[in-house]
């Protein structure tokens, strides 16, 4: 079976069609791929936030982990001081005991002196029997009263002291103890605080998880959307090949001769600029040569504004490219390659121009579905079918 290019549909409604329908397939094509990359920003966005709570968790749990050592540090600086104190109360016990020992023992002493001897002065100083005695006993007895005053307050000086101390140990365990409490509602601030960031953290996975669902599925959009737009424009330009061939009757060979008017001159300029603005002045002239070569055609209308203004002929008449060149001015090497044009001043015979690269992918595309298909290649690729020259990057042609 032999395939014939021609068996695509080649109604300018057709090709109108397929054009409307490829630029709706192009902008499916960019909502989705804006629709991606807000979704990814969201995606990005959230795996910060997430990165931020993990950071913030780990950060509460080292603080925990420095409270509950200061707080164990507090417990044993708090049984430390305790066991001081229940040293202190020992010795201040024993302290205690000393002192009432010792005051019991002067009492009992001084009662006994009082009640085994006789408080008479005088009967006292006759049982000594000397002045000597009577004074030895005197000052026997004054030793003693001195000895156990000494010794009460030598008990009472320490019993001070060691109350003393006692009150600033007790003052010190007063401030541990409020400060373990001060650490005790720490730790338990950072758990509430680990346990709303580990909430917080856990929603935020949850979006995230949601939001990556979300864009596998609008990237199997995209590429579904994408395959599609593909698949119209390469319909869309084989119907526009299709019309052209069907359009194309003797070759072109505008030798001069057409009037136009000076707006017809800067809507060929402003046309070329748009084409082939870049392509040297060859390439300039070549454009302007296929736009009159059609004028001189009986295929194609014959002015030059019916010809640019054809549906569906020039892309840039189509996008407003033409139009915004108009309103701003085409610039000089474009309207001189647009006046050597008009007159006759040609530099190919073509009707047909395209890209070099188009021309290329077109062909090898219809070769390779010649190929698929099982039939024969030769004569089936695009140029293969026309004859034409390549000016710069711009291919220009004819059908065979």
């Known amino acids: ?39 990814q920003n969201t995606v990005n966005e959230l795996e910060g936030q997430a990165n931020t709570l993990s950071g913030q968790i780990n950060s509460l749990n080292t603080q925990i982990t420095t409270v509950a050592g200061e707080i164990s540090d507090t417990e044993e600086n708090i049984a430390l001081v305790q066991a001081d104190i229940d040293v202190l109360n020992e010795q201040l016990e024993t302290t205690q005991q000393d002192l009432d020992s010792q005051r019991e023992a002067m009492k009992t002493r001084i009662q006994y002196m009082y009640e085994n001897s006789s408080t008479n002065t005088l009967v006292n100083y006759l049982e000594s029997g000397s002045m000597s005695g009577f004074l030895q006993r005197l000052e026997y007895m004054s030793e003693i009263v001195s000895y156990d005053q000494m010794a009460i307050k030598k008990f009472e000086e320490t019993q001070q002291a060691l109350e003393e101390t006692k009150s600033q140990i007790e003052e010190k365990n007063t401030e541990l103890t409020a400060y373990q409490g001060t650490l005790e509602s720490k730790k338990s601030e950072l758990g509430t605080l680990v346990n709303s960031t580990a909430s917080a953290l856990d929603t935020t996975n949850g979006q995230i998880a949601d939001s990556q669902a979300a864009l596998q599925q609008l990237k199997q959009q995209l590429e579904e959307a994408k395959a599609y737009e593909q698949r119209i424009q390469q319909q ?60 001189a055609s009986p295929k194609f209308p014959n002015s030059v504004s019916g010809v640019i203004y054809a549906s569906g002929q020039f892309a840039p008449v189509t996008s407003g490219r033409v139009a915004l060149i108009l309103a701003q001015g ?34 090898n595309t219809q070769v390779a579905a010649a190929a698929e298909a099982g039939a024969p290649t030769d004569g089936v690729g695009f140029l293969d079918r026309t004859s034409g020259t390549v000016i710069n990057a711009h291919y220009f042609y004819n059908y065979n």
């Open 236 to 295: 869309y330009q084989a119907a526009q090949a299709a019309l052209a061939e069907k359009l194309a009757g003797e070759h072109g060979g505008y030798s001069g001769g057409y009037s136009t008017t000076d707006e017809e001159t800067l809507l060929l300029a402003a046309l070329i600029q748009a084409e082939a603005d870049n392509q040297g002045t060859s390439g300039r002239l070549a454009v302007g040569s296929v736009v009159m070569n059609r004028v």
């Open 1 to 39: 079976m032999h395939i014939k290019y021609t068996s695509v549909k080649a109604s300018q409604s057709e090709v109108d069609r397929l054009h409307d329908e490829s630029e709706n397939a192009s902008h499916a094509v960019d909502d989705l791929n804006n629709q991606v990359q807000q979704v």
């Open 330 to 363: 085409p610039n000089s090497g474009c309207q001189k390659a647009a006046a050597d044009a008009i007159a006759g001043n040609i530099n190919t015979d073509a009707l047909f121009f395209c890209t070099y690269s188009y021309a290329q992918n077109l062909h």
